[in-house]
């Protein structure tokens, strides 16, 4: 298998939940998205919206993480017709939230999905 093609990826940023965005002040993985893509040339979709507040991953195990974020994420843009997504987040653990998002990506008509992160947790 080769390398992927990434030159026509669109870049999907990990959504905080309001209330957590809301606490915090800001989006850490919203603000590396937008110097990423201003770098690379990409175009960035903020399409993809958390609909529900959960506990934070980082306090569950990994099961309760899978659990956890069930029907977390929507995509709220157009048909994606194919169209490969590099998903962007600050940190990842088990994987769990790229899947999840990936899988909601998928079901509006992504092509592939791949993960890009700052840092393993």
């Known amino acids: 298998m080769g390398?992927?093609?990434?030159?026509h990826c669109l870049v999907v940023p990990i959504p905080l939940s309001k209330k957590r965005e809301r606490v915090r002040g800001f989006n850490q993985t919203l603000i590396i998205a937008a110097?990423?893509?201003q770098e690379f040339a990409y175009e960035l979709k903020f399409d993809l919206k958390r609909i529900k507040h959960q506990v934070p991953q980082s306090?569950?195990?990994e099961q309760?993480?899978?659990?956890?974020?069930q029907n977390a994420f929507r995509w709220t843009g157009p048909n994606l017709k194919g169209q490969s997504?590099?998903?962007?987040?600050?940190?990842?653990?088990?994987?769990?939230?790229l899947n999840e998002a990936a899988r909601v990506l998928k079901a509006a008509g992504a092509g592939q999905s791949y993960g890009l992160v700052v840092a393993k947790g």
């Open 3 to 7: 390398r992927p093609e990434l030159s």
């Open 35 to 37: 110097y990423f893509c």
């Open 59 to 61: 306090s569950l195990n």
């Open 64 to 69: 309760d993480r899978l659990i956890n974020l």
């Open 85 to 97: 997504i590099i998903l962007l987040d600050d940190v990842v653990t088990t994987g769990a939230t």
